[in-house]
DNA sequence: AAGGACATGTAAAGTGTTACATGATTGT
DNA sequence: ACAATCATGTAACACTTTACATGTCCTT
């Protein structure tokens, strides 16, 4: 249910084709939420045919600009005040970790390094895009406080990664 | 693919049951890797049956204990050590957190100490957890490391909800 | 004129959730 | 005896990914 709910938000924002959807979930939803093209293309199709949305403008290509309708962003509220909120998350990197045990301690010690790194190189391009974009929209003013919880959570991932490098005997402090 | 490799690296510390495996997914491991009984025991007849696993024990009601093989270790860690990690992760929340603006301030708010909460739960029953186990198998120790995590995360989490409690308007600290 | 980006779609396979289904054992 | 817990399984549906498929427009 949820991809629904994230078009229709995104499309409560701004009007824009499945194309542009597409990028925003490579970009900045994807890291919450990833979904494909294959996926996105076919929910709006589903989400034009019961009113949730319509078709704004038309452009080269067969491209479709949408926006959300009034009943869509009601839709939106109300997934946001009534539906009880999934709280549990889905995360590989951490589910790895359980099992580092298997590992040798130089192979562990590789696998978070290599999470660190992947963290501090969120955080860099976290802080970049923090510098140059001013957010203007109301959407776009909420993904900035979003943005924040990014640089929270990757901060704390980092602080982990050398705490835990501690536990599996990392002394230095290489590729920090 | 995950959720095999999640059951051989269980299997590999400790033998169970598709019970046990099961509670252990409710506790622990679904934190990060949330995974049903009707999904949990398909996947155990296809890794007994593909040789990763064996039983060990029979019990009462049917009950089957498994173990992982040599082959289902050496799974696990060409999984480790050979396949590239997914980072992406799913979270329903930080979703929901893109939409805030669509919300009145005090909604928003709503949503936002909700958050707080939930996660000063997790905290507090990590924190209890810390003081009244302790890990004994290498599995046990790995969890240990990961729990650590779970508090890094949750701190940071609480952390963003204050200040994004700040941004939508909030002066006083109800509910901290 | 050619390559790259734009633009949309479907089909098949794989993964995950909810609901259905059954029965044994243990503790009170 | 009854309730709770233990214990395993399947079926239907929903969601997600990968692969297939097609064609247009813009820049150099």
Redesign the interface.
Known sequence: M?LR??LL?LL??QSMSGYDLTKRFEQS??????ARHSQIYPELNKLNKEGLIEIVAEGPRGRKEYRATEDG?AA??HW??EIP???????????????????SPE?ART?LR?YRT?FQQRLDGYNEIKQYWTPET??E???R??L??GV??A???I??AN??LE?YGDTRDSDA
């Open positions: 949820s709910f994230a938000g409560s924002d939803m994807g890291n919450v939420w990833p962003r939106v509220h946001l005040t909120t999934e709280w549990s998350i889905r995360s590989e990197p951490m589910l790895r970790s359980f099992f580092l045990w298997m590992l192979e696998y290599d992947w109301e959407g003013k909420a993904s406080v979003v924040e919880a929270y959570q901060e704390a991932a602080a982990w705490w835990a536990q």
